[in-house]
């Protein structure tokens, strides 16, 4: 055995990784061709959606006589994103099938099982999305054409260490149990493309409309989701994990609408929201300290209260010296981030409310 990662890095402009789909499609590959040769591929070619044709060393390999049964392993490389299955062993075993049942799919240890409707797989069937299900089938078809074999085959897809990772996803909100998802739409990790987060808000709102919530939260983070969790007594499948993008969450239920949608967060992240600042991220957006200045302005702060925020090193300092001075510069922060969501809500039929907080939890503004 080996614990190489895949090689053929894909097209430049920072490292790329594979996805979770592209490693159970190499190993699948490799597994079934010792199925029907007795020797696996070692590094073993795939093809992608887009045409790459990415190479993946094996970490595990055991062929079977007795069982009728071969395994291969890869090991996921995410490149330079941070992903939670980075290093993770994706696994596939292949066996034989009953002629004409064509290719059917198993979760195995680490792999989870949908419990919940609104996601892209019926319930009961193993976390393994349509694309990464749709080049398993194309290479096992490739496969058994090669080799003048049929192409009836039960794929196990495991993924060592996978409940526990699952921890640390969406899964268990969306109702994914027992382990994680096989994913991926070209078989390309982009760093810090946030894709699979944005991805993550969307199957969130899916769930929750599908199980009937009308009411759901967006938070920008944990302490946001406990203030949600509290005011508003929602269950965590009606909360979903914004982080920083706002406008993700935002345009989503603009066309899958609910009837209630609360934006909870902090301070400085719905400044700028209010600012009209659809990505929170630090790097991406800052706040807008004249644009806070002129909302206290409009409360009728004085020159050395719009000093003191004009001057301010931090959000939350600008926020204490508004509230020192009586002035309600979270709700007015509240407000104009309110506006700012109902333009891109353009119309849906959907009430929007924001509740500010700051960094202990306490509610500071409101828009109802």
Avoid at 39 to 61: K, M, S, T
Avoid at 260 to 288: E, I, N, P
Wanted: aromatic share 2%; hydrophobic share 45%; glycine share 14%.
């Amino acid at each position: 055995m080996t614990n190489r990662p895949a090689t053929g890095q894909p097209p430049s402009g920072g490292r790329r990784g594979w996805t979770t789909g592209a490693c159970a499609t190499a190993a699948t590959t490799a597994a079934l061709t010792a199925l029907l040769t007795g020797e696996f591929p070692d590094p073993v070619e795939i093809v992608l959606p887009r045409g790459q044709r990415p190479a993946f060393a094996l970490a595990g390999e055991l062929l079977d006589p007795g069982t009728g049964t071969a395994m291969a392993a890869v090991v996921k490389d995410a490149g330079d994103d941070p992903d939670v299955t980075h290093g993770a062993t994706v696994r596939a075993t292949v066996r034989g099938g009953p002629a004409g049942s064509g290719v059917r799919f198993a979760a195995g240890p680490g792999v989870g099982t949908v419990t919940k409707p609104g996601l892209p797989l019926p319930v009961g069937e193993p976390a393994i999305n349509p694309v990464p299900r749709e080049m398993i089938r194309a290479h096992v078809a490739a496969v058994t054409e090669r080799h003048g074999a049929p192409a009836d085959v039960e794929v196990t897809i495991s993924v060592d260490a996978g409940e526990e990772l699952a921890r640390h996803t969406w899964n268990p909100r969306l109702g994914i149990v027992g382990g994680l998802s096989i994913l991926g739409t070209t078989g390309i990790v982009i760093p810090y493309s946030c894709s699979a987060w944005i991805d993550s808000i969307r199957r969130g709102v899916d769930v929750a409309r599908a199980v009937g919530h009308r009411h759901l939260a967006a938070c920008t983070g944990r302490t946001s989701e406990q203030v949600a969790t509290e005011r508003f007594g929602l269950s965590p499948d009606a909360l979903l994990d914004m982080g920083d993008f706002a406008g993700a969450v935002l345009k989503y239920v603009a066309r899958h609408p609910v009837e209630r949608l609360t934006v909870v967060g902090g301070f400085g992240k719905l400044a700028k929201l209010a600012a009209g600042s659809l990505d929170l991220h630090s790097g991406r957006s800052t706040v807008d300290l004249e644009l806070l200045a002129g909302l206290a302005a409009e409360a009728g702060a004085d020159d050395g209260v719009l000093d003191g925020i004009r001057g301010a090193n931090t959000a939350l300092a600008a926020l204490t010296t508004a509230r020192a001075a009586g002035v309600p510069l979270g709700d007015l922060v509240a407000a104009r981030a309110a506006a700012t969501g109902r333009d891109v809500l353009r119309g849906a039929p959907v009430a929007l409310d924001v509740v500010v907080i700051d960094r202990a939890g306490t509610v500071v503004g409101t828009a109802p």
